[in-house]
T-cell receptor, first 115, second 110 residues
Framework: DGGITQSPKYLFRKEGQNVTLSCEQN?????MYWYRQDPGQGLRLIYY???????QKGDIAEGYSVSREKKESFPLTVTSAQKNPTAFYLC??????????????FGPGTRLTVT | GDSVTQMEGPVTLSEEAFLTINCTYTATGYPSLFWYVQYPGEGLQLLLKATKADDKGSNKGFEATYRKETTSFHLEKGSVQVSDSAVYFCVLSGTYKYIFGTGTRLKVLA
């Protein structure tokens, strides 16, 4: 079955530690995205990548970093510089990039709690 | 800039009731419109989509019509079930960006 996997589902970290969230897709999609979801809010774009070895900042990139070394993988690192990292993180992919209006497919999410 | 406005929830209905969740948008150009559903603790799933004016998207008994004259994309279902309880997001593919509504929580009581 094609889809997007995110791991782990729950992640707990101490303040001041960097943490990396995994996202893998086997849909052969070119574009991948990371969103953050907070209670009562819509999704906010952190980073996106339209092709391998290229990525762009979204609306709330500060304190986050990404890499796109392989088409199927787009890991997100939440650094200690992120002031409010506790949130639900969603990875998505789409056939084309943001200019193409294709629907996005989402992974099951990772809930990060930082104390 | 582009934006999406959804009705605030929660919406609480009895099983078999009629559902409408309002969504209006502002956009330049000709965006595509989507409804996504999110069940507790899960990611978003595409429910339906419409890519141009007067298109009707439908899936699992849900429908929405892309109305350019009223800039709306309201979600409807004739008879809801307890299993439809979830959060519903109206989404617009704007200019180099996807714009998400804040979500409307639906609770269906048996």
């Amino acid at each position: 079955d094609g889809g997007i996997t995110q791991s782990p589902k729950y992640l707990f970290r101490k303040e001041g530690q960097n943490v990396t969230l995994s996202c893998e897709q086997n849909l052969n999609h070119d574009a991948m995205y990371w969103y953050r979801q907070d209670p009562g809010q819509g999704l906010r774009l952190i980073y996106y990548s339209q092709i391998v070895n290229d990525f762009q900042k979204g609306d709330i990139a500060e304190g986050y970093s990404v890499s796109r070394e392989k088409k199927e993988s787009f890991p997100l690192t939440v650094t200690s510089a992120q002031k409010n990292p506790t949130a639900f993180y969603l990875c998505a992919s789409s056939r084309g990039g943001l200019a193409d209006s294709y629907e996005q497919y989402f992974g099951p999410g990772t809930r990060l709690t930082v104390t | 800039g582009d934006s999406v406005t959804q009705m605030e929830g929660p919406v609480t209905l009895s099983e078999e009731a009629f559902l409408t969740i309002n969504c209006t948008y502002t956009a330049t150009g000709y965006p595509s419109l989507f409804w996504y559903v999110q069940y507790p603790g899960e990611g978003l799933q595409l429910l339906l989509k419409a890519t141009k004016a007067d298109d009707k998207g439908s899936n699992k008994g849900f429908e929405a019509t892309y109305r350019k004259e009223t800039t709306s994309f309201h979600l409807e279902k004739g008879s809801v079930q307890v299993s439809d309880s979830a959060v519903y997001f109206c989404v617009l593919s704007g200019t180099y960006k996807y714009i998400f509504g804040t979500g409307t929580r639906l609770k269906v009581l048996a």
